[in-house]
């Protein structure tokens, strides 16, 4: 089946560091891969998304590169900044019976950045 | 991205009734809406799937006289949480997509059954 195995959180840094949450999947085929960011009492933000191996998905300062080899495609900032402070998901989509995309998520990283 | 709104942003009722929440696509054509719920610090857990028109498809678990759910036009889905009783208390997020794979999601409706 289809599953994203996520860095365990909770990620405290200090602002202007360097941040990384990990990634991995497993999945049948070849699914498109994204990061979602949630931010206290809402609903989630597409922050990036990549389609194919290789692809490098970036928005906001923020990186993923599509790595088929290690199966992982790991969240990365140079300089985080207190209001990236959230829950960030990753996710993968599958097509379910043929007919809808389905996304599984993994269990979601908090970070918390620090002035 | 679709602009997705939900309402209520938050309601409390009281064990017994039954509680509707909206989602709605503002600015996208929504051929397939999802449910899910989110409990505290938690995933989000997928409900039910929507196609405009046709009845919602739901996951293994999910009681579909308890959840239902109505997809009735490209722009609107409702769920509706009937005889709620306090374990049905959580964060309900809808999301949308126009048959791609990118889902647009609502900021989400808390709800407390006292």
């Known amino acids: 089946g289809n599953s994203v195995t996520q860095m365990e959180g909770p990620v405290t840094l200090s602002e202007e560091a360097f941040l990384t949450i990990n990634c991995t999947y497993t999945a049948t085929g070849y699914p498109s891969l994204f990061w979602y960011v949630q931010y206290p009492g809402e609903g989630l933000q597409l922050l990036l998304k990549?389609?194919?191996?290789?692809d490098k998905g970036s928005n906001k300062g923020f990186e993923a590169t599509y790595r088929k080899e290690t199966t992982s495609f790991h969240l990365e900032k140079g300089s985080v900044q207190v209001s990236d402070s959230a829950v960030y998901f990753c996710?993968?989509?599958?097509?379910?019976?043929?007919?809808?995309?389905?996304?599984?998520f993994g269990k979601g990283t908090l970070l918390t950045v620090n002035p | 991205g679709a602009v997705v709104s939900q309402h209520p942003s938050w309601v409390i009722c009281k064990s017994g009734t039954s509680v509707k929440i909206e989602c709605r696509s503002l600015d996208f054509q929504a051929t397939t809406m999802f449910w899910y719920r989110q409990f505290p610090k938690q995933s989000l857990m997928l409900m039910a799937t929507s196609n405009e028109g046709s009845k919602a498809t739901y996951e293994q678990g999910v009681e579909k006289d308890k959840f239902l759910i109505n997809h009735a036009s490209l722009t609107l889905s409702t769920l509706t949480v009937t005889s709620a009783h306090p374990e049905d208390s959580s964060f309900y997020i809808c999301s949308v997509t126009g048959g791609r794979e990118t889902q647009y999601f609502g900021p989400g409706t808390r709800l407390l059954v006292l």
């Open positions: 996710a993968l989509s599958w097509l379910s019976g043929g007919s809808n995309y389905k996304l599984t």
């Open positions: 990549a389609t194919k191996a290789d």
